[in-house]
């Protein structure tokens, strides 16, 4: 399957922004989804993941109850919206998938067979 994020861009602290990601080329209602995120200088960190249900979604710790994820079978996309951002969202944000996800894996970016290219999030202070 092949991924393509896109929505990034700069806002304000306390802004939001609407990541979406397209996939191509596989069962797209089968693979689990996730979206990570990588900062300047550090690892690749787990933001969020749906698996083929919508009802199963994971959040990390700092994004929860600001930030949802959600998928759309019929047209094979995902999104993550951002709300009430802060600068250390700063980040470019990838979206991942894998057809063969466990759950005590979903947090690891390592696990995941397919990414997309990373589209850049920038909050202003």
């Known amino acids: 399957v092949q991924l393509q994020a896109s929505g990034g861009g700069l806002v304000q602290t306390g802004g939001s922004l609407r990541l979406s990601c397209t996939a191509s080329?596989?069962?797209?209602?089968?693979?689990?989804v996730g979206w990570f995120r990588q900062a300047p200088g550090k690892e690749r960190e787990f933001v969020a993941a749906?698996?083929?249900?919508?009802?199963?979604?994971y959040y990390s710790d700092s994004v929860r109850g600001r930030f949802t994820i959600s998928r759309d079978n019929a047209v094979s996309m995902v999104y993550l919206q951002m709300n009430s951002l802060k600068p250390e969202d700063t980040a470019v944000y990838y979206c991942a998938a894998d057809a063969r996800m466990i759950l005590s894996s979903i947090r690891m970016a390592r696990m995941y067979d397919y990414w997309g290219q990373g589209t850049q999030v920038t909050v202003s202070s």
């Open positions: 749906v698996r083929r249900s919508v009802s199963h979604t």
């Open positions: 080329g596989g069962s797209f209602s089968q693979y689990t």
